[in-house]
T-cell receptor
Framework: DADVTQTPRNRITKTGKRIMLECSQT?????MYWYRQDPGLGLRLIYY???????NKGEISDGYSVSRQAQAKFSLSLESAIPNQTALYFC???????????????FGPGTRLTVL | DQQVKQNSPSLSVQEGRISILNCDYT??????FLWYKKYPAEGPTFLIS?????DKNEDGRFTVFLNKSAKHLSLHIVPSQPGDSAVYFC?????????????FGKGTKLSVIP
């Protein structure tokens, strides 16, 4: 079984609809992240959470919100979807671990979201 | 302004030959560099990393070289195999405040021709 899972894998919705993307992990990591990838671009950070009570905005948080329901679950919501939010969305987890560890991030399979 | 640049959107290499993927960065505060591989319909997979205190890190067929003075790193794959065909992302991170954040390049699509 995959360590980081995302649901749904694909979603088509209409402008103005509320959408929730879900991420679950079995790696036991405290840190979780949401990224988006647009064609021809690298991944950009939307939100990140270092534990259940610690949620922070990333580079491109406008139009998005998140909820960290448990250590293993981190959801991304689009309150009112717009077409330029059409993208691939990735969840990631990490664990800084021992001193000297570089806190490698491990990614889920992604959700392809299309907003019409 | 892009802090991590992968100037080659694509690269084609014959099976068995060496693949060299390049990455340049502008932020001298970056302390760690990572390479991720991404297949279609999958998430990025961590491949190899290097600390700024080193100039080389090797893991099997994959070697990453870092030239800190030139702010340049490269990923060498030897020998290249058809299964290596994927998009490769270079990423960088610093230490201290904001050290969690990975800054990604746009990726290079590698095609290994049998």
């Amino acid at each position: 079984d995959a360590d980081v899972t995302q649901t749904p894998r694909n979603r088509i919705t209409k402008t103005g609809k509320r959408i929730m993307l879900e991420c679950s992990q079995t790696k036991g990591h405290d840190r979780m992240y949401w990224y988006r990838q647009d064609p021809g671009l690298g991944l950009r950070l939307i939100y990140y959470s270092f534990d259940v009570k610690d949620i922070n905005k990333g580079e491109i948080s406008d139009g998005y919100s998140v909820s960290r329901q448990a250590q293993a679950k981190f959801s991304l919501s689009l309150e009112s979807a717009i077409p330029n939010q059409t993208a691939l969305y990735f969840c990631a987890t990490s664990d800084p671990g021992l001193a000297g560890d570089i806190d490698t991030q491990y990614f889920g399979p992604g959700t392809r979201l299309t907003v019409l | 302004d892009q802090q991590v640049k992968q100037n080659s959107p694509s690269l084609s290499v014959q099976e068995g030959r060496i693949s060299i993927l390049n990455c340049d960065y502008t932020n001298s505060m970056f302390d760690y560099f990572l390479w991720y591989k991404k297949y279609p319909a999958e998430g990025p997979t961590f491949l190899i990393s290097i600390s700024s205190i080193k100039d080389k890190n090797e893991d099997g067929r994959f070697t990453v070289f870092l030239n800190k003075s030139a702010k340049h790193l490269s990923l060498h794959i030897v020998p290249s195999q058809p299964g290596d065909s994927a998009v490769y992302f270079c990423a960088a991170k610093g230490t201290g405040a904001g050290s969690y954040q990975l800054t990604f390049g746009k990726g290079t699509k590698l095609s290994v021709i049998p």
